[in-house]
């Protein structure tokens, strides 16, 4: 089982202008390792792999100095992940002719749309101590260790945010995850729009609606940056940071949520049962996709399964077809529009709130796919 750490990090005016500078050179590299898998594809020649691309990083030292500032296993990484890109692209391609979905071939990053340099081996080139975290050819740079490292670390990847703030996520290896236990007071959750979450015990979680309480604030910032002429950066620069920090401040709001939510659900059942939305193909519904991104029920299923893992209790996500459909009583099954609320059985007359009924028969696959 590997967790992942995050803490936040308070580097000097220096050291944030090491790691701006390191975070350029990775992209001015990224770019041209996709182009030179481009320029090889276009004269017919064999596309270089990942490891033949790293073998390339000492010629091209020596070519460009701006490399060696760089810590040469940050440099790898990236011909790691130029790898990743290609190897995505062509997955979805295979899969085009089922999803129809673009296939979306690797880009070439520009200014700001490269963030992060990690650093592969965390006892190589990066040391977390009582001073600080230690990076290669960086220095020690102050960390918030709010809690203490658990497991063997595995790596360290540097972020910065649009807002300029810096995050280091250091993954570890926890060990095997725990025995699962028996399922005492098991739940199956129906999510939604107009309550965020329906237990099957009749619990419900409204919806707290994040972005579409701060779409004014939102909208204000966005007017104040169009108004900012293009010949100002300095002005311009800091009206988007003004639009980055209230997307930053839902965000926020919308994770602690969905981490709070997911804690008591695991804290107070032995097994849960959750249904496995397609929410891509549903946000394609013009009228709902904006307040389906903001329930965010992917980040909430993602919570309930990786806390359930790790306090070792079971967690099943099964197909939400028909489960507001069938009568939870006798199984009867009777189409209804999303506009009625209740759930009235004509065939055995059983009548109880809609999701309700739909996290009830959720509950039930849950238990028949962990039984089988």
């Given amino acids: 089982m590997v967790k992942s750490f995050k803490y936040r990090l308070r580097p000097t005016k220096k050291q944030e202008n090491i790691l701006l ?8 590299l990224y770019n041209q390792l996709i182009a030179s898998r481009v320029q090889a594809y276009t004269n017919g020649n064999d596309t270089p792999s990942c490891y033949d691309q790293q073998k390339m990083l000492p010629l091209l030292k020596q070519q460009y100095n701006g490399f060696v500032k760089v810590y040469s296993q940050v440099l790898q990484q990236v011909a ?5 890109a290609f190897k995505g692209f062509f997955r979805r391609l295979k899969e085009k002719a089922k999803t129809g979905e673009k296939a979306g071939f690797p880009r070439y990053k520009g200014q700001n749309r490269y963030d992060s340099i990690t650093y592969p081996q965390f006892s190589n080139g990066c040391r977390l101590d009582d001073k600080g975290l230690r990076l290669g050819k960086i220095g020690c740079i102050r960390i918030v260790q709010h809690r203490p490292l658990d497991g063997i670390p595995k790596s360290c990847t540097i972020t910065r945010t649009a807002t ?10 926890m060990g095997d995850a725990p025995e699962k236990r028996d399922a005492v007071q098991p739940v ?3 999510v939604g729009l107009t309550s ?3 237990t099957s015990d009749k619990e419900h979680v409204d919806n707290p609606r994040f972005f579409r309480k701060e779409e004014k604030s939102l909208a204000k910032a966005q007017r104040k940056w169009d108004a900012v002429k293009k010949g100002c950066p300095k002005r311009r620069e800091k009206a988007r940071k003004t639009v980055a920090r209230v997307h930053e401040r839902i ?3 919308r994770h602690n949520f969905a981490h709070q939510e997911a804690r008591k659900m695991v804290n107070r059942h032995g097994f849960i049962a959750v249904e496995k939305l397609r929410v891509k193909e549903m946000q394609k519904n013009r009228r709902l996709s904006k307040s389906i991104a903001d329930v965010a029920w992917s980040l909430f299923r993602h919570c309930l399964e990786y806390k359930a893992e790790e306090a070792g209790i079971g967690f099943k996500a099964v197909k ?3 489960t507001s459909q069938d009568c939870s009583a006798c199984g009867h099954r009777e189409k209804k529009s999303l506009s009625v609320r209740v759930h009235h059985c004509k065939a055995c007359g059983y009548t109880t709130d809609r999701d309700h009924n739909a996290a ?3 509950l039930t696959l849950g238990l028949q796919r962990q039984a089988s």
């Fill in 251 to 253: 965000r926020n709001k």
């Fill in 21 to 28: 500078a390191h975070i350029d050179e990775c992209r001015i």
């Fill in 188 to 190: 199956g959750i129906d």
């Fill in 320 to 322: 939400p077809d028909y």
């Fill in 164 to 173: 300029g703030k810096w995050f280091a996520s250091i993954p570890c290896d």
């Fill in 360 to 362: 009830i028969n959720i």
């Fill in 80 to 84: 790691v992940r130029v790898d990743l």
């Fill in 196 to 198: 965020f979450a329906v």
